[in-house]
Protein backbone atom coordinates (compact mmCIF):
# COMPACT_ATOMS: atom_id res chain seq x y z
CA UNK A 1 0.00 0.00 0.00
CA UNK A 2 1.39 3.61 -0.68
CA UNK A 3 1.82 5.64 2.15
CA UNK A 4 2.45 8.82 0.20
CA UNK A 5 2.18 10.51 -3.16
CA UNK A 6 6.44 10.04 -3.25
CA UNK A 7 5.84 6.40 -3.26
CA UNK A 8 3.15 5.96 -5.72
CA UNK A 9 4.73 7.91 -8.41
CA UNK A 10 8.59 5.75 -7.95
CA UNK A 11 5.81 2.31 -8.38
CA UNK A 12 3.71 4.60 -11.29
CA UNK A 13 7.54 5.07 -13.37
CA UNK A 14 8.30 1.17 -12.43
CA UNK A 15 4.98 0.11 -14.20
CA UNK A 16 5.15 -2.46 -17.27
CA UNK A 17 1.80 -3.66 -17.14
CA UNK A 18 0.67 -2.69 -20.74
CA UNK A 19 3.16 -4.32 -23.68
CA UNK A 20 2.24 -1.99 -26.35
CA UNK A 21 2.27 0.95 -24.69
CA UNK A 22 6.19 -0.40 -23.24
CA UNK A 23 7.11 -0.94 -26.73
CA UNK A 24 6.03 2.10 -28.42
CA UNK A 25 7.36 4.89 -25.25
CA UNK A 26 10.72 2.43 -25.78
CA UNK A 27 10.85 2.87 -29.34
CA UNK A 28 10.38 6.79 -29.55
CA UNK A 29 12.94 7.03 -26.79
CA UNK A 30 15.58 5.53 -28.84
CA UNK A 31 15.02 6.69 -31.93
CA UNK A 32 13.87 10.32 -30.51
CA UNK A 33 12.93 13.49 -32.78
CA UNK A 34 15.78 15.37 -34.59
CA UNK A 35 14.93 18.42 -33.03
CA UNK A 36 16.08 16.25 -29.42
CA UNK A 37 18.29 14.32 -30.43
CA UNK A 38 20.88 15.20 -27.84
CA UNK A 39 17.83 14.67 -25.24
CA UNK A 40 18.14 11.47 -22.97
CA UNK A 41 14.66 10.56 -23.21
CA UNK A 42 12.78 9.50 -20.17
CA UNK A 43 11.16 6.57 -22.34
CA UNK A 44 8.90 5.58 -19.18
CA UNK A 45 5.51 5.86 -17.50
CA UNK A 46 5.30 9.57 -16.51
CA UNK A 47 3.68 10.09 -12.84
CA UNK A 48 1.76 13.05 -11.69
CA UNK A 49 3.09 16.54 -10.96
CA UNK A 50 2.79 18.59 -7.79
CA UNK A 51 2.22 19.02 -4.49
CA UNK A 52 1.15 16.26 -2.03
CA UNK A 53 -1.24 18.54 -0.11
CA UNK A 54 -3.04 20.01 -3.71
CA UNK A 55 -6.88 20.87 -3.20
CA UNK A 56 -7.16 21.39 -7.33
CA UNK A 57 -6.47 18.39 -9.51
CA UNK A 58 -5.65 18.82 -13.39
CA UNK A 59 -6.68 15.64 -15.40
CA UNK A 60 -5.33 14.93 -18.63
CA UNK A 61 -5.06 12.47 -21.34
CA UNK A 62 -1.69 10.80 -22.01
CA UNK A 63 1.96 11.86 -21.86
CA UNK A 64 2.83 13.15 -25.19
CA UNK A 65 5.84 11.11 -26.88
CA UNK A 66 7.89 13.75 -27.39
CA UNK A 67 6.86 15.89 -24.76
CA UNK A 68 6.43 14.34 -20.99
CA UNK A 69 7.66 10.66 -22.64
CA UNK A 70 10.66 13.29 -22.94
CA UNK A 71 11.32 15.32 -20.09
CA UNK A 72 9.72 12.75 -17.44
CA UNK A 73 7.19 15.39 -16.12
CA UNK A 74 3.22 15.47 -17.24
CA UNK A 75 2.71 18.50 -19.83
CA UNK A 76 6.21 19.52 -19.75
CA UNK A 77 8.55 20.14 -23.06
CA UNK A 78 5.36 19.95 -25.61
CA UNK A 79 2.63 22.50 -27.27
CA UNK A 80 -0.15 21.17 -24.91
CA UNK A 81 1.88 21.77 -21.91
CA UNK A 82 2.74 24.92 -23.14
CA UNK A 83 -1.10 26.34 -23.30
CA UNK A 84 -1.89 24.63 -20.10
CA UNK A 85 0.66 26.00 -17.89
CA UNK A 86 0.47 29.77 -19.21
CA UNK A 87 -2.88 29.64 -18.27
CA UNK A 88 -1.94 28.24 -14.73
CA UNK A 89 0.32 31.05 -14.19
CA UNK A 90 -2.21 33.56 -15.77
CA UNK A 91 -4.20 32.79 -12.93
CA UNK A 92 -1.99 32.37 -10.14
CA UNK A 93 -1.43 28.31 -9.85
CA UNK A 94 1.99 28.21 -11.45
CA UNK A 95 5.51 30.20 -10.79
CA UNK A 96 6.44 30.51 -14.33
CA UNK A 97 4.11 30.25 -17.61
CA UNK A 98 6.49 27.81 -19.60
CA UNK A 99 7.18 24.02 -18.62
CA UNK A 100 10.38 22.87 -20.76
CA UNK A 101 12.07 20.33 -18.46
CA UNK A 102 12.09 18.57 -15.09
CA UNK A 103 14.26 20.28 -13.45
CA UNK A 104 13.28 24.13 -14.77
CA UNK A 105 12.15 25.30 -11.46
CA UNK A 106 8.44 25.11 -12.03
CA UNK A 107 6.19 25.13 -8.69
CA UNK A 108 2.56 24.73 -8.78
CA UNK A 109 0.75 26.50 -6.18
CA UNK A 110 -2.53 23.96 -4.69
CA UNK A 111 -2.40 22.08 -8.09
CA UNK A 112 -1.62 18.86 -8.94
CA UNK A 113 -1.32 17.43 -12.59
CA UNK A 114 -2.34 13.78 -13.91
CA UNK A 115 -3.77 11.63 -15.98
CA UNK A 116 -5.29 8.44 -16.40
CA UNK A 117 -2.89 6.98 -18.65
CA UNK A 118 0.47 7.40 -17.44
CA UNK A 119 2.46 6.05 -21.17
CA UNK A 120 2.74 7.91 -24.03
CA UNK A 121 0.22 6.02 -26.81
CA UNK A 122 0.96 5.45 -30.59
CA UNK A 123 -1.71 8.52 -31.67
CA UNK A 124 -1.94 9.72 -28.92
CA UNK A 125 -4.92 7.10 -28.28
CA UNK A 126 -4.76 4.63 -25.68
CA UNK A 127 -6.95 1.24 -25.71
CA UNK A 128 -10.13 1.24 -22.95
CA UNK A 129 -7.94 -1.74 -22.17
CA UNK A 130 -4.74 0.19 -21.10
CA UNK A 131 -7.01 3.15 -19.73
CA UNK A 132 -8.32 0.63 -17.14
CA UNK A 133 -5.48 -1.08 -16.56
CA UNK A 134 -3.59 2.11 -15.68
CA UNK A 135 -7.10 2.80 -13.53
CA UNK A 136 -5.69 1.61 -10.25
CA UNK A 137 -3.08 3.87 -10.28
CA UNK A 138 -5.22 7.39 -10.38
CA UNK A 139 -7.78 5.39 -7.70
CA UNK A 140 -4.52 5.54 -5.33
CA UNK A 141 -3.53 8.97 -5.81
CA UNK A 142 -7.20 9.57 -5.75
CA UNK A 143 -7.03 8.63 -1.94
CA UNK A 144 -4.43 10.02 -1.32
CA UNK A 145 -5.14 13.38 -2.18
CA UNK A 146 -8.37 13.09 -0.14
CA UNK A 147 -7.91 14.72 2.62
CA UNK A 148 -7.22 18.33 0.65
CA UNK A 149 -8.76 17.88 -2.64
CA UNK A 150 -11.53 20.06 -3.52
CA UNK A 151 -11.63 20.41 -7.02
CA UNK A 152 -10.92 18.53 -10.34
CA UNK A 153 -10.54 20.20 -14.07
CA UNK A 154 -10.65 17.27 -16.36
CA UNK A 155 -9.59 17.31 -19.75
CA UNK A 156 -11.38 15.77 -22.31
CA UNK A 157 -14.12 13.34 -22.69
CA UNK A 158 -11.45 10.45 -22.87
CA UNK A 159 -9.85 11.54 -19.27
CA UNK A 160 -13.81 12.78 -18.21
CA UNK A 161 -14.65 8.77 -19.38
CA UNK A 162 -11.98 7.52 -16.95
CA UNK A 163 -11.83 9.86 -14.37
CA UNK A 164 -15.88 8.58 -13.06
CA UNK A 165 -14.87 5.54 -12.14
CA UNK A 166 -11.67 6.40 -10.78
CA UNK A 167 -13.69 8.85 -8.40
CA UNK A 168 -16.33 6.18 -7.83
CA UNK A 169 -13.77 3.35 -7.00
CA UNK A 170 -11.82 6.16 -4.57
CA UNK A 171 -14.58 6.32 -2.31
CA UNK A 172 -16.73 9.05 -3.79
CA UNK A 173 -20.63 8.76 -5.14
CA UNK A 174 -20.65 9.53 -8.95
CA UNK A 175 -24.34 10.69 -10.28
CA UNK A 176 -26.55 7.88 -12.00
CA UNK A 177 -26.89 7.94 -14.69
CA UNK A 178 -22.97 9.24 -15.27
CA UNK A 179 -22.91 13.15 -16.29
CA UNK A 180 -22.22 13.30 -19.74
CA UNK A 181 -18.19 15.45 -20.52
CA UNK A 182 -18.76 19.42 -21.63
CA UNK A 183 -16.93 22.14 -21.65
CA UNK A 184 -18.02 23.93 -18.42
CA UNK A 185 -19.87 21.35 -16.95
CA UNK A 186 -19.60 21.29 -13.42
CA UNK A 187 -20.79 18.11 -11.22
CA UNK A 188 -20.65 17.64 -7.54
CA UNK A 189 -19.27 14.24 -6.17
CA UNK A 190 -20.32 13.20 -2.22
CA UNK A 191 -17.92 11.35 -0.50
CA UNK A 192 -20.04 9.00 2.61
CA UNK A 193 -16.83 9.22 4.62
CA UNK A 194 -17.07 10.36 7.99
CA UNK A 195 -15.29 14.09 7.71
CA UNK A 196 -15.37 13.99 4.01
CA UNK A 197 -15.80 16.70 1.90
CA UNK A 198 -17.73 16.72 -1.69
CA UNK A 199 -15.53 17.56 -4.92
CA UNK A 200 -16.27 19.36 -7.35
CA UNK A 201 -15.56 18.28 -10.88
CA UNK A 202 -15.16 20.58 -13.99
CA UNK A 203 -14.99 19.68 -17.52
CA UNK A 204 -12.75 21.56 -19.85
CA UNK A 205 -11.94 21.06 -23.80
CA UNK A 206 -8.51 19.03 -23.74
CA UNK A 207 -5.28 21.55 -24.66
CA UNK A 208 -4.06 19.40 -27.56
CA UNK A 209 -3.24 21.36 -30.52
CA UNK A 210 -6.48 20.80 -32.54
CA UNK A 211 -8.51 22.52 -29.83
CA UNK A 212 -6.24 25.61 -29.19
CA UNK A 213 -4.79 25.70 -33.11
CA UNK A 214 -8.47 25.84 -34.44
CA UNK A 215 -10.22 27.86 -31.39
CA UNK A 216 -12.49 25.74 -29.74
CA UNK A 217 -10.37 26.35 -26.67
CA UNK A 218 -9.31 29.72 -26.34
CA UNK A 219 -6.47 30.82 -23.69
CA UNK A 220 -9.61 32.79 -21.83
CA UNK A 221 -11.84 29.46 -21.60
CA UNK A 222 -9.37 27.50 -20.25
CA UNK A 223 -8.10 30.58 -17.59
CA UNK A 224 -12.02 30.79 -16.66
CA UNK A 225 -12.33 27.25 -16.04
CA UNK A 226 -9.03 27.21 -14.20
CA UNK A 227 -9.99 30.07 -11.96
CA UNK A 228 -13.49 29.08 -11.15
CA UNK A 229 -12.08 25.39 -10.34
CA UNK A 230 -9.50 26.87 -8.35
CA UNK A 231 -11.85 28.99 -6.49
CA UNK A 232 -14.01 26.00 -5.49
CA UNK A 233 -10.72 24.64 -4.30
CA UNK A 234 -10.24 27.52 -2.04
CA UNK A 235 -7.23 28.60 -3.72
CA UNK A 236 -6.11 32.71 -4.73
CA UNK A 237 -5.83 33.96 -8.14
CA UNK A 238 -4.80 36.44 -9.48
CA UNK A 239 -6.55 38.27 -12.07
CA UNK A 240 -4.92 38.29 -15.78
CA UNK A 241 -3.39 41.37 -16.62
CA UNK A 242 -2.45 39.94 -19.88
Do not use: I
Amino acid sequence: MDRSLAELDARVARCRACPRLVGWREEVARTKRAAFADWTYWGRPVPGFGPPDASLLVVGLAPAAHGGNRTGRMFTGDRSGDVLYAALHDVGLASRPTSVSADDGLTLYGVRVTAPVHCAPPANKPTPKERDTCRPWLVTELRLLKPTLRAVVVLGAFGWQAALPAFAEAGWTVPRPRPAFSHGARVGLESPGEGDRPVELFGCFHVSQRNTFTGRLTPEMLRTVLRTAAEAAGLPTSPYAG
